[in-house]
């Protein structure tokens, strides 16, 4: 069964930094790509970042280029977005997911599975 289940997020002042985590379980973790994707009220859901399977590859959506960075660890089963100088627009609910290859990508038709999501709010 696999599941996901994010960590990490809180509420932090802009300028700030954050970082969350995604624990994977019940597949083979080390072979697939991995994302990022945020929610905000009212919004649609808008890709973050994502990874390849073994992180030599990395995609971030352009609201976030610069001030976030994806990273995995294979040995943990983990992966992790580190969130600096963080603005109150920043401020959703941030889910992983799991890609159905190894290639990462912004589609999030691409992923099959999601974690259920951790809150982070940025106030100013």
């Known amino acids: 069964q696999v599941q996901l289940v994010e960590s990490g997020g809180g509420l932090v002042r802009a300028g700030g930094s954050l970082r969350v985590s995604c624990a994977a379980s019940g597949f083979a973790f080390s072979r697939y790509a991995m994302g990022w994707f945020r929610q905000a009220p009212g919004k649609d859901r808008e890709f973050v970042a994502a990874?390849?399977?073994?992180?030599?590859?990395?995609l971030y959506g352009d609201s976030v280029k610069g001030r976030f960075t994806i990273s995995r660890d294979n040995a943990k089963n983990t992966v992790y977005l580190r969130m600096d100088s963080l603005k109150p627009e920043d401020t959703a609910v941030y889910y992983c997911a799991k890609a159905r290859t190894t290639a990462p990508t912004g589609d999030e038709r691409r992923y099959d599975y999601w974690g259920q999501g951790t809150q982070v709010t940025v106030s100013s």
């Open positions: 990874i390849s399977w073994g992180a030599a590859i990395t």
